[in-house]
């Protein structure tokens, strides 16, 4: 290789350097305004939790973005949450549970973004009155871009007793676009099954002889990892039928409609294609042969209108 070959492949990754230098610097540069952003806007976020510090909230709403409580599954918002700020990096809240306030961290992070009591939130807007969160859905440090999202609004204590003379009982009353919204679903679901939704209070089922045993499954508490809506989305029971025809184990669902009738729906366990068919009319038969006759069932209700609703069974049956 000549002199001059050597020089220009010298200038050349004299160059390359210089370029990866200034990447390595731009790119450094962005990480540092990233951060001096989020310092900001985490600074700009607890002077207005100042304004607000000791203040006793109780959160009086919880809604989709549509402005509903429900989902179309029959899934209720409930608000339940009462809080306070002791300090800008602490919140107390209440635990119905425990019977008393637990004090939890607030970790604060960018876009008026941060994690209270374990939940990551956007605060919407906040003022000695009152205060709005919008629910973030958080996976790895990721915000989640959901399709629907969920509001929760908090009124003071003081504000609900001296201003709206109210209490948490009646700003915890159904709206009005919320009964309108379940009178809808209850008529199309007791038109067609297949429509049907979880109530609130959820179906029951009693027995009528002493040769079946009904148990409904409780579901684990909040301690367990369970949550409060998983004993009404989908009841679960466990059935015996003594005396049958002979010894199965099946597990299917049904409906249980407006009067409390019981309607076979589908299998819920695994099965070779080939025995779905045969299967399914085992079930069937078992429910219009045992079940219709040997169970009371009460409907599911939602804000008191009753309607069509699912449960699963696991249906045992002893020959002997």
């Not at 230098?21 to 450094?28: H, I, K, Q, T, Y």
């Not at 994690?115 to 956007?122: D, G, I, Q, S, T």
């Not at 504000?159 to 676009?177: F, G, Q």
Request: hydrophobic share 40%; glycine share 4%.
């Amino acid at each position: 290789m000549n002199k001059s070959s050597v020089a220009r492949t010298l200038f050349l990754l004299f160059i390359f350097i210089l370029l990866f230098a200034g990447r390595c610097n731009r790119g450094l540069r962005k990480i540092q305004e990233e951060n001096a952003i989020k310092q900001a806007a985490a600074i700009r976020t607890k002077n207005l939790i100042k304004t607000i510090r000791g203040i006793s909230y109780t959160e009086v709403r919880r809604k989709f973005d549509n402005g509903l409580s429900f989902s179309p599954v029959g899934y209720q918002l409930m608000p339940e949450w009462r809080i306070s700020f002791p300090s800008v990096d602490s919140v107390n809240i209440y635990s119905p549970k425990k019977g008393r306030f637990l004090n939890a961290p607030v970790v604060f992070d960018h876009d008026s973004i941060f994690n209270v009591a374990w939940a990551w939130l956007r605060l919407r807007y906040l003022n000695k009155d009152s205060l709005q969160f919008m629910v973030l859905h958080v996976h790895d440090n990721v915000i989640q871009d959901e399709k629907v999202h969920v509001f929760m609004t908090f009124y003071s204590n003081s504000y609900i007793k001296n201003v709206l003379h109210s209490d948490t009982t009646r700003l915890w009353a159904p709206r009005t676009k919320d009964t309108l919204f379940i009178k809808a679903k209850a008529a199309l679901a007791n038109k067609s099954p297949e429509n049907a939704f979880a109530g609130t209070d959820p179906a029951s089922l009693t027995a009528k002889s002493p040769l079946i045993d009904v148990k409904k499954e409780v579901p684990p508490d909040a301690v367990d990892g369970g949550k409060p809506y998983d004993a009404y989305l989908l009841p679960t029971y466990d059935i015996t039928i003594r005396r049958a025809y002979d010894d199965f184990n099946y597990l299917f669902s049904v409906y249980v409609d407006e009067k409390g009738q019981l309607i076979f729906r589908k299998s819920n366990q695994l099965m070779m294609p080939e025995f779905k068919a045969s299967t399914e009319s085992t079930m069937k038969g078992i429910t219009e042969g045992y079940l219709k006759l040997y169970l009371k069932g009460t409907p599911g209700k939602t804000l008191g209108i009753p309607h069509t609703s699912i449960i699963m069974l696991n249906v045992s049956g002893e020959k002997k």
